[in-house]
């Protein structure tokens, strides 16, 4: 069974920054892609950014490039969103993902979710 465990979300500052971590189980990690989504109260769950099962191909959603980072670490089985020059449009529950490829995580084509952690920026 998958298991996918989000942390380091939390209340910050508009300019702040936070790092999300998310712990995976149950999978050959390094074999697949993983991506982060948000979303936020009343809209739909977006795309935000996404790494190769190597770590050498990384997607971000336009609305977070230069600010957001996405990186893995194989042998921790863990995937890291750290979030630079947060915005209060950047509060929503984001989400780990689990893909076949990082261009059809972009898409929205996921196998797995995790179950969403809180961000909050405050202006």
């Known amino acids: 069974q998958v298991h996918l465990v989000e942390s380091g979300g939390g209340l910050v500052q508009a300019g702040g920054s936070l790092r999300l971590s998310c712990a995976a189980s149950g999978i050959s990690f390094s074999w697949y892609a993983m991506g982060w989504f948000r979303q936020a109260p009343g809209k739909e769950r977006e795309f935000v950014s996404a790494?190769?099962?190597?770590?050498?191909?990384?997607f971000d959603a336009d609305s977070v490039k230069g600010r957001f980072t996405i990186s893995r670490d194989n042998a921790k089985n863990t995937v890291y969103l750290q979030m630079n020059s947060l915005k209060p449009e950047d509060t929503a529950v984001y989400y780990c993902a689990v893909g076949r490829t990082s261009s059809l995580l972009r898409n929205l084509n996921v196998d797995y979710w995790g179950q969403g952690t809180q961000v909050t920026v405050s202006s």
């Open positions: 790494i190769s099962a190597s770590g050498g191909t990384t």
